[in-house]
């Protein structure tokens, strides 16, 4: 069975630019997470989907930050415009419903000049 | 607050000898206990996990742990380190909403 898969896995941008990050979910796994994880740091949820339905967006910075989830399978998260501060690592994650163990891709590592 | 505290940041072992990762939680109902596995660029692969009953959790790649709810832990073990354990570990507490949190990870480095 297919992990969560993500990309781009690498990503080099200069800052003010925009960037986005796509993530499939595992097949059937209905709760769909964005986590982001600074250097030396464990991974912080960004934002939360039970289907298509984001229930927990309150540590998202909405004035940057945009994520959808369209049909309630693929998940795209973009920031517009970048800053400095971005580089980070950003993971998806998914899990059968919410409760349940939570899979982590491999991350798409954002680099930002 | 609900809080993880991993309190060792690095930890160096000889590939061979025992292991012990500690992981101290805040929480204020009876939490869900995981740890996972991050090797160098790479996502974190979930070693174990504890949602209830036997306290102490068989896990992968020969890892267990055991859920002290008196001390507030959830210890990471391993009789014998191998060179390719070396990776960043980390912690973390959830429940049933999903949300996961997690400690600032430990890196454990192993000498040949």
């Known amino acids: 069975e297919a992990g969560v898969v993500q990309s781009p896995r690498y990503k080099i941008i200069e800052k003010k630019q925009p960037v986005a990050f796509w993530c499939n979910p595992i097949?059937?796994?209905?709760?769909l997470y964005w986590y982001l994880q600074n250097l030396g740091q464990g991974p912080e949820l960004l934002i939360r989907?039970?289907?298509?339905?984001?229930?927990?967006d309150s540590q998202l910075p909405k004035d940057r930050f945009s994520a959808e989830r369209l049909k309630g399978v693929d998940s795209t998260l973009k920031i517009q415009p970048a800053e400095l501060g971005d580089s980070a690592v950003y993971l998806c994650?998914?899990?059968?419903?919410?409760?349940?163990?939570?899979?982590f891709g491999e991350g798409s590592w954002l680099t930002v000049v | 607050a609900q809080s993880v505290t991993q309190p060792d940041i690095h930890i160096t072992v000889s590939e061979g000898a025992s292991l012990e990762l500690r992981c101290n939680y805040s929480?204020?109902?009876?939490?869900?206990l995981f740890w996972y596995v991050q090797s160098p660029g790479q996502g974190l692969q979930l070693l174990l996990k504890?949602?209830?009953?036997?306290?102490l959790v068989q896990g992968i790649k020969g890892f267990e742990a055991e859920f002290k709810r008196s001390q507030s832990s959830f210890n990471l073990r391993k009789p014998s380190v191998h060179w390719s354990d070396a990776a960043e570990y980390f912690c973390?507490?959830?429940?049933?909403?999903?949300?996961?949190?997690f400690g600032q990870g430990t890196t454990l480095q192993v000498k040949p």
């Open positions: 994650a998914s899990s059968q419903d919410r409760g349940n163990t939570i899979y």
């Open positions: 097949s059937g796994h209905n709760t």
């Open positions: 989907y039970e289907n298509e339905e984001a229930v927990d």
């Open positions: 929480y204020g109902a009876t939490p869900y």
């Open positions: 504890y949602f209830s009953g036997d306290t």
């Open positions: 973390a507490v959830g429940d049933n909403t999903g949300k996961l949190i």
